[in-house]
């Protein structure tokens, strides 16, 4: 029994169950090709890589904006850094105007502090989700909903403070926690897209992420004081200003179909190797080496962000020094990333072996601690403690990001990143709620004493990682240099 089957190309196929032959095109001088095939229904990755770079190459040929596929990648990259600085703007909003929302809306503190962590608890619950809608519908399908949602939260959040009513600033609040899973969306689009440069695309955007928050910290307060002398009611003054916001949230969403306007001229490199349609049905545990990969990223992320929380009241209690410069030392967290993320992003793109930089930012954010904890009452220890710190968070989080997509299928890739962001979350929750009561009642040198014991949570859990790599097979092995890897994966192909 024979079949006929009629390539997209001209050539036809004839199979036979004996003896299976391939008859070329004519235009191949009608030289015919032996092939061994099992069945005419299964679906080799070979064929979808060729599927793939033809439906490319024709792409370019039909749009002539991105003829040169690096102009398109460009494109693309100003596309997400704009998304992403838009976003974290509006997500750090509430830490800047802290003491005017306060003042204003006649708040407590634990009031306050519920409206800005009311953002990490959907986080949570929803970050996972999103991943999967990520992975069923793609990245650039699922970015322009959660950009809606934060804009329908800021609205209804301005709409608050205007009004007076702090409940439906809380309601506005839960709809912008849809903006965690806007970076969850862009790690996938990113592992996609930019798989040979993947860990200096995550350093360029995390490194714009923190120039928003910083610039959203350090501006807004300003701006709010600006409007005195055309806004005298101090509801108005506010709603302004988190109005203003959404523009920045409007932006970020026609960027984001954009994003989707260019999937249609070129196919991201890791759909090649991405199964046809996603089937959940498949989805197992996760491995241990996934499970220690998310809780050295929870625990460390708390050990280093949420010292923040206290950090001005700390310098200023131990080393004597004043509220404006215990701002700018306190910032460094924030401001350092901005240009280390993508410096270091690019180092790790070129030499590889993820898991040891990670070890050497964890060593070098607990050296940071033990510095703040046990150094003297002189100011340089302060300056130099802060700038570690910085610099450990910038190499932990461009080093870190990318592993998501080397230990995941990348069918699941969207629901990796998802859990890993609500794991962060989760942590983060955690710690702020009770760095609080451990200042009040035992003193600051106790907190920093409580962060060092994180951050040797988070060394152990390194550590461990670092077995689990050592021990596992060669195929699944992460620790290794960058020409290593390509060397594995064409043996994969």
Request: with cysteine.
């Amino acid at each position: 029994m024979r079949r006929l089957k009629l390539q997209e190309d001209g050539a036809i196929d004839l199979h036979d169950n004996n003896n299976k032959v391939g008859v070329a095109n004519d235009n191949f001088d009608g030289i015919a090709q032996a092939s061994t095939i099992s069945d005419a229904t299964d679906i080799n990755i070979d064929e979808l890589c060729k599927e793939d770079s033809t439906d490319v190459h024709k792409a370019k040929q039909s749009c002539p904006i991105f003829s040169k596929n690096k102009c398109c990648k460009i494109f693309i990259v100003f596309l997400m850094c704009c998304i992403v600085f838009s976003t974290y703007v509006l997500l750090e909003l509430p830490v800047g105007m802290a003491k005017t929302i306060i003042e204003v809306m006649q708040l407590t503190t634990t009031q306050y502090n519920v409206l800005y962590s009311l953002f990490f608890l959907p986080t949570i619950l929803l970050a996972p989700v999103g991943g999967l809608i990520t992975d069923k519908f793609r990245a650039e399908r699922s970015l322009p909903m959660f950009l809606l949602s934060c804009c329908l939260g800021q609205i209804l959040l301005s709409i608050g403070s205007f009004l007076g009513h702090y409940w439906l600033m809380i309601v506005g609040r839960v709809l912008t926690g849809a903006g965690g899973m806007v970076f969850v969306c862009l790690s996938s689009y990113i592992a996609s897209f930019f798989t040979r440069h993947i860990n200096l695309m995550n350093g360029i955007l995390l490194g714009t992420a923190r120039l928003g928050a910083t610039l959203s910290v350090n501006l807004n307060s300003q701006f709010y004081s600006s409007l005195s002398s055309h806004a005298t009611n101090h509801h108005t003054r506010l709603g302004i200003v988190l109005l203003l916001s959404v523009v920045l949230i409007l932006i970020a969403f026609i960027c984001s179909l954009l994003l989707w306007y260019t999937r249609r001229y070129v196919k991201p490199a890791l759909y090649k190797r991405r199964s046809v349609t996603c089937n959940y049905r498949n989805w197992s545990c996760p491995s241990l080496y996934f499970v220690v990969l998310a809780l050295v990223a929870g625990v460390f992320y708390a050990a280093v962000l949420t010292p923040t929380s206290v950090g001005e009241l700390y310098y200023m209690h131990k080393y004597r020094i004043s509220l404006a410069i215990s701002n700018l030392i306190n910032s460094f967290v924030h401001i350092l990333p901005v240009f280390l993320c993508p410096l270091f992003g690019l180092i790790i793109n070129q030499v590889g072996y993820n898991p040891v930089w990670i070890l050497i930012a964890v060593l070098t954010g607990t050296l940071s601690h033990f510095l703040l904890a046990y150094s003297n009452d002189s100011q340089s220890y302060a300056y130099i403690g802060s700038f570690i710190g910085g610099a450990s968070y910038s190499m932990f989080t461009s080093s870190i990001w990318p592993m998501v997509s080397l230990i995941v299928k990348p069918e699941f890739i969207g629901l990796g990143y998802g859990i890993q962001q609500a794991v962060i979350s989760c942590f983060q929750v955690l710690v702020a709620s009770t760095v609080g009561s451990v200042a009040d009642n035992y003193g600051y040198f106790m907190v920093q004493l409580y962060y060092i014991a994180l951050s040797m949570i988070s060394l152990s859990l390194v550590l461990l990682l670092n077995m689990i790599d050592y021990t596992s097979h060669r195929e699944k092995r992460v620790n290794m240099s960058k020409t290593k890897r390509k060397l594995r994966n064409k043996e994969k192909l």
